[in-house]
């Protein structure tokens, strides 16, 4: 189930008996629970008919007393349970499973108990749900499982389009795709959520003042940019040929206390994935296979794939071969690090 059906079902008002929502994008969950306590709950009564449970030690007795209780002057009673813990693989050795493994035959036993009038929402952020295991199954015999993940293409766009409207100012779709590229939200182990976004939006508009339209210029003097999206903008410098463009996204993110040896790092890694996806490309692998090969996402190699023009083979192995070499004389002591890095980028641009 989608959060697109999750809304349907509020505006039909179809609310099933329990819901088990967890993924890793916390925004769209909290929006959906604010929309059902929004429909459902009286804000004057919110204390009696929304119930808010945190954490793995909450009794099942005190879940069940909240589910049993009647609505007060209300059509429906709302429980919420967050991080309870029981929905993913325990680990083999833990100690307590034996113990966990009996609360969760009989909590997937009561699902089957529920009044109509009832709600009760299980939230587990940032984790992957086990749909194999007996009480997730029950939940969704009884009612649904909702994965939010993180929004995509136009959806994303939109969103985007939405949020700097709430704060006065208007953004075209080409800036919308610049601003995208440059958050990080995509990133691979980025754990940056739609919250992030807001708070860089944020960030953007009030640098604009009393201007109403977002330029390319505010996005790069305002947001925060990630070493991954920075070592991107870097490979495009380099390819062009921009030797001072290069230094200066060098002294931001020294300046951002990126380690040297890390951007160093950071730079073979982009540079062996971009000849590797090449030499995949010319033995005929397609993309799907080569995301797999690579072990990495789908954005990401978007991204590799359009820098992978700006290179040829011999010139990719030439500058390997240039890291190497400046990676050798950093940890030798022969020159210092920053300025190791300076002579690179000085090199890879000529």
Known sequence: MSIKNVMEDIKKGNLKKVYLFYGEEEFLMDYSLKVIKDKYIDSGL????????????????????????????????????????C????????????????????????????????????????????RSKKIVKKIKEVGEIVEYTKLKGIELNSWIEKIFKKYGKIISKTNINYFVQYSSYFDSNSNKTLYDLENEIIKICNYLGEKIEVQKEDIDRVMTK????????????????????????????????????????MIIRQLRLILVSKLLKEKGYDNKSSIEKLKISEYEFKKISNQSFNFTIPKMEE?????????????NGIVDSKLALEMLLISLCN
């Open 226 to 265: 990630s070493l991954e999206t920075n070592i991107f903008r870097l490979l495009d410098s380099i390819a062009q040929k921009d030797v001072n463009n290069s230094l200066r996204i060098l002294n931001e993110m020294i300046i951002s206390n990126e380690p040297t040896q890390l951007i160093l790092y």
């Open 46 to 85: 919110e204390s009696l008919n929304y119930i808010v449970f945190e954490g793995k030690d909450t009794p099942l007795d005190s879940i069940y007393n909240a589910c049993e209780t009647l609505p007060f002057m209300s059509q429906k009673r709302i429980v919420v349970v967050k991080d309870l813990g």
């Open 319 to 331: 500058a390997l071969n240039h890291c190497l070499e400046t990676d050798k004389n950093i940890k």
């Open 87 to 130: 929905f993913s693989r325990k680990k083999k050795d833990d100690g307590e499973s034996g113990r966990l493994n009996e609360d969760e035959k009989k909590l997937a036993s009561y699902f089957l108990t529920l009044e109509d009038y009832l709600c009760l929402i299980f939230i587990e952020k940032g984790v992957k749900v086990d």
